[in-house]
């Protein structure tokens, strides 16, 4: 019996006793090839044509250069480059794959590899004492160097790429007279500005884009504003039980973002200014004046080609007063941490908005009383040629046109941002704010909103940036922005090429500016796991 229950148990010890035993002895080792012939050769075989081709081109290339007489040294010192490094690179390869090359494929899983004894390759254990560390695999088949190795490739395509287009630009430029550098700068716009008070033509042509480059962040600030405040609501809407609002945000999103922003700037351009209903602004006919009453200051006036709105300027005392803003504002965040540890502690309502903003807007008004008004109130009025307003904040049609249809035209995919973020919240989050009693406003704002946002803010970003790269399509309305003064800059025989690089590294920075402060805040909004 009990022979019979330890006869397995025997049988797997004569199994595993058979195996034969690779490690007793040298005399167990037993030559074999290193690697399939075949394998090495087509390898080593590929080396060789790379290096050849490489070869080959180098030498064409540098034998075309010096003997027409080339004298760029940049383009010498890249042939130079690939007539000596590159092939010694790709030589280097040879040797090592030579080398390297020597594990037959399964060799490992079987539990042998091959070491080198003085006079030939044999096959031992893997667990053998001579066997020395796990070889690495051949170069061209290390997926880390072949890793590295693609993306070395890439770079160097890519510089290739843009040394290439950089020099048919420079030799371009020589052959028609243009010159290189940005000397261009200090020397004299030629051209009046819209509404750039304060800018005569014989200024320099860096100020005329500083305020081309003013002009952008202005339309983009409210264009922003305006698309965020729309898009909130009308995101919201889509998701109400009322059949006539969703109704009505769904034509809103549907018709406005598959039109192009180019029409919808335009439209506004033309249909509200241009052949719109809003008078003209002439000696003769004057534009339209909104008093306030028992007044004769204006609180708006709009025409065709300009509208005002009061403004405030700057009196004395105005150092000292903002002084005193900083600290009501520091004293309205100390009230707001008091209100919030006692809301902790107590369970209470805090009210911390009421108490804070309170705190503040007393403190400013009564520091505001005592300083005898550092700030004091501009009214628009028309001049008394008739031709010009005077006095408080004014602005063109143009600006109008386009801060308001690109900030409506991506208030469209903020809603849906909106609406999809939204709808990305557990259902059971709502379901437990409708527990306890909250309202649906409260619902938004307390429990909904705070969480979809984490998911919006992400593509929130994209379409920023799509609203601040759009606003170049203000040369339409006749709107001063960057990208108009630059436009008729190189019309008057300014350098083109200098003028589109200095376009496109203001606004890769504006953009990367806005992007790095909204994912600042995206981070600060996350959860923090422990």
């Given amino acids: 019996m009990l022979a019979s229950i330890l006869q397995p148990h025997t049988d797997i010890h004569t199994a595993m006793s058979s195996t034969p035993n690779l490690v007793s002895s040298s005399a167990d080792l037993t030559a074999v090839p290193s690697a399939p012939v075949s394998r090495k050769a087509l390898a080593l075989l590929l080396d060789g044509v790379l290096l050849t081709l490489v070869g080959v081109i180098s030498v064409w290339q540098l034998g075309l250069r010096l003997l027409n007489g080339y004298s760029d040294i940049p383009e010498l010192a890249l042939a130079w480059v690939f007539l000596i490094p590159v092939p010694a690179m790709i030589a280097a390869v040879v040797i090592i794959d030579w080398v390297r090359i020597g594990q037959t494929p399964g060799m490992s899983s079987a ?14 254990s893997t667990n053998d004492p001579r066997v020395p560390e796990p070889d690495i695999p051949a170069l061209w088949r290390d997926i880390r160097i072949l890793r590295l190795a693609g993306q070395a490739l890439a770079v160097i395509v890519v510089v290739a790429l843009i040394r290439w287009m950089f020099h048919n630009l420079i030799v371009r430029m020589d052959e028609v ?19 750039a008070f304060g800018f005569d033509v014989r200024d320099p042509v860096w100020r005329a884009l500083l305020i081309g480059f003013q002009n952008t962040i202005a339309a983009s600030v409210v264009g922003i504003f305006i698309a965020t405040v729309v898009g909130v609501f009308v995101g919201i809407a889509r998701l109400s039980s009322n059949w006539l609002v969703a109704k009505a945000a769904s034509f809103y999103v549907e018709s406005l973002r598959n039109i192009p922003p180019l029409i919808v700037i335009v439209f506004f351009g033309f249909a509200l200014f241009t052949y719109g209903p809003l008078p003209q602004f002439t000696a003769t006919n004057p534009p339209w004046q909104g008093t306030f009453f028992g007044s004769d200051s204006n609180w708006i006036i709009i025409s065709k080609d300009r509208w005002a709105i009061p403004s405030l300027t700057s009196e004395q005392n105005l150092g000292t007063f903002w002084l005193f803003v900083l600290l009501a504002a520091g004293l309205a965040t100390v009230i707001w941490i008091w209100r919030t540890r006692h809301n902790n502690a107590t369970g209470n309502p805090h009210h911390r908005v009421l108490w804070a903003l309170g705190a503040f807007a007393i403190t400013v008004v009564v520091c505001f009383a005592a300083l005898g008004g550092p700030y004091s109130w501009s009214w628009p009025a028309v001049s008394e040629s008739g031709r010009r307003v005077v006095g408080g904040f004014s602005t063109n049609s143009g600006y109008i046109a386009l801060t308001v249809a690109l900030g409506l035209y991506t208030a469209s995919f903020v809603a849906e941002i909106i609406r999809g973020s939204i709808l990305a919240v557990p259902k059971g989050q709502t379901e437990a704010a409708n527990s306890v009693g909250l309202k649906s406003a409260q619902r938004y704002r307390h429990v909904v909103l705070p969480q979809a946002q984490r998911i919006a803010i992400p593509p929130y970003i994209s379409e920023c940036a799509n609203l601040i790269k759009n606003t170049s399509l203000g040369i339409l309305v006749a709107y001063p922005d960057l990208t108009q003064i630059a436009v008729t800059a190189w019309g008057i025989n300014f350098p083109a090429p200098q003028l589109i690089l200095i ?28």
Avoid: C, W
């Fill in 503 to 530: 376009l496109m590294t203001v606004y890769l920075l504006i953009n990367l500016f806005v992007s790095t402060l909204l994912n600042l805040y995206n981070q600060s909004i996350q959860l923090k796991e422990r």
């Fill in 111 to 124: 539990g042998i590899r091959n070491i080198h004894d003085g006079s030939k390759k044999r096959v031992v």
């Fill in 177 to 195: 007279g243009l010159p290189k550098g940005f000397d261009f700068l200090n020397k004299p716009y030629g051209v009046a500005v819209r509404d």
